[in-house]
């Protein structure tokens, strides 16, 4: 019987995560989000494999998702595409400079280049309405992950990537509305 190959066997997890959780928000939601699900899978997907296995987001994945974005956008929300872009930008450059300051100070890496263009590319897409959701999703989601490693011993030296958990939070918010504004 053949086998998948590794790279796939490794990222066939997150693919189960990804399509679960899309059986299950899709029955709330309108024809545009649910294209925008749908299209959002692989890029998630691609960007949380190569970060799990490289500390690495590639630019092509956060790319996408932009123009995902920008689609839906011009679909169902025309009129606030420019907000949307000045919010990602915005997001993108003051999360590289605290990234950057952070390096400076200790010469260890906390937050990437990759984490802070991929919350702008999250911002793109939510606008600024639900960056308060994004960051506390992520944010718990890399706290647990972090708890889980220590507390099976794992050897978390080199750090947890991030990507994974944004990625997942930006996939989870396209589905809902604001929660806390």
């Not at 990234?99 to 100070?105: D, I, N």
């Amino acid at each position: 019987m053949p086998t998948l190959p590794k790279h796939l066997k490794q990222a066939f997890p997150l693919l189960l995560l990804y399509f679960a959780t899309a059986i299950i928000l899709v029955q709330w939601n309108n024809p545009p989000q649910v294209a925008l699900a749908a299209v959002l899978i692989p890029p998630c997907v691609w960007l949380s494999y190569m970060d799990l296995q490289k500390f690495e987001i590639p630019d092509g994945a956060t790319v996408l998702i932009v123009l995902f974005a920008l689609g839906y956008l011009w679909v169902s929300a025309r009129g606030s595409i420019a907000l949307h872009m000045v919010t990602g930008v915005a997001l993108t450059a003051l999360l590289w400079i605290v990234g950057a300051v952070y390096y400076f100070r200790t010469g260890e890496e906390g937050l990437g280049i990759g984490d802070a263009k991929l919350f702008g590319a999250g911002g793109i897409l939510m606008g600024p309405w639900k960056l308060p959701e994004l960051f506390l999703l992520a944010s718990l989601g890399g706290i647990t992950a972090y708890f889980l490693a220590r507390m099976t011993r794992k050897n978390i030296e080199a750090g947890l990537p991030f990507g994974p958990f944004i990625a997942y939070s930006i996939y989870i918010l396209s589905f809902l509305d604001p929660l806390f504004l």
